[in-house]
């Protein structure tokens, strides 16, 4: 029986899409997991701490090494970036970015351009003058040719876990001169997920989880961002059985689906690839899955499942609410 043809889907800030994104580093155990998330044994954060204001010129090394000096607390910042764009608006930066790609469709208020992420025009983002860009990735040299104009640009590239997103909410504070709003949004997003993980406690039985990318079945496993969020609430992930030759977002085959009868269907393709619960009821074979069979197939917005900025507390709530509903009707374990 064929359990999973290896593939390349990654995930990225912008929409799913298997030709773009980085790779991730390998799972944490849940422990480190929950210290990432600040969940000690109380789960407490402590108080926000007292809005601060940025001091410049100020040198900020992304992941990867790369490191930016900004002179001055930038006014007119590009972002290529949809998971950027996110973050600079949650922590209070909105109103310094004068144009984003035409991937950042959240918050409503980001003002949208024709600009891509994917295939950089130097000579088009130069054209809104900005005194800062900021992207996941560098095609075509982008950063290069961004500095032969004299304009600065801070690399965030996917996150692999977490800590990871925390570390860019305050960069990008440390950025804009947003260093107190940026520490309140990180406290903000731990203390939330902390109390999330903590009103599902732990599984009274193993439940399995399969993350749909799209509807040629990619997956995402334990070792990318988005499966860490699975393993934070306990749940076992059935892409990892069959990672193979693509550890982090392997193909896998509807025979190897339906033989794991996952507890847990979760859609991240129900805009891109029109898919819901009735679409999924409806391939062949797939109304023996346990997930099926009990109504625990969730339609996730594709967006909110595939970046790593503050709407992840958004992602693991949806979630959460599963996790509990199948616990309540969880069989105890049998004892002895």
């Given at each position: 029986?064929?359990?999973h ?94 144009a ?20 950089p ?13 900021v992207?996941?990735?560098?095609p ?29 909410v ?66 076992t992930n ?81 979630i ?17």
């Amino acid at each position: 029986m064929q359990t999973h043809q290896s593939g390349g889907r990654r995930a990225t800030g912008r929409r799913q899409n298997p030709r773009e994104g980085a790779r991730t580093a390998a799972a944490l155990i849940l422990p480190l997991l929950l210290a990432a998330c600040g969940l000690g044994s109380a789960g407490a954060t402590g108080p926000s701490p007292s809005p601060a204001v940025g001091h410049f010129p100020v040198s900020i090394t992304a992941p990867g090494g790369t490191t930016v000096t900004l002179a001055r607390r930038p006014v007119r910042i590009v972002s290529l970036s949809p998971t950027a764009t996110e973050m600079l608006f949650a922590l209070g930066a909105g109103k310094q970015v004068v144009a984003v790609d035409d991937q950042s469709n959240y918050p409503a208020q980001a003002p949208v351009t024709k600009l891509s992420g994917f295939q950089p025009n130097v000579e088009a983002i130069a054209g809104y003058t900005p005194d800062l860009v900021v992207a996941s990735e560098d095609p075509g040299g982008m950063v290069q040719g961004l500095a032969q104009v004299s304009v600065p640009t801070l690399l965030e590239p996917a996150a692999k876990n977490l800590d990871d997103s925390y570390t860019q909410v305050r960069q990008l504070g440390d950025a804009t001169g947003h260093v107190g709003e940026a520490a309140a949004l990180v406290a903000r997003m731990r203390a939330d997920i902390a109390r999330i993980v903590a009103s599902v406690g732990r599984p009274s039985r193993k439940l399995s989880v399969y993350h749909e990318l799209d509807d040629t079945r990619y997956s995402a496993t334990s070792k990318t961002f988005i499966g860490q969020v699975y393993t934070l609430l306990g749940l076992t992930n059935i892409a990892d059985a069959a990672a193979g030759a693509a550890p982090d977002y392997p193909q896998l085959s509807s025979e190897f689906i339906i033989s794991a009868s996952p507890d847990l269907i979760v859609l991240a393709d129900t805009r891109c690839c029109h898919q819901d619960a009735a679409a999924v009821a409806a391939r062949p074979g797939w109304t023996a899955i346990a997930a099926v069979k009990n109504s625990q197939v969730v339609a996730a917005d594709d967006d909110v499942a595939s970046r790593w900025g503050p709407r992840v507390v958004d992602f693991i709530r949806l979630i959460a609410t599963h996790v509990s509903q199948l616990q309540r009707t969880a069989l105890p374990l049998p004892t002895g």
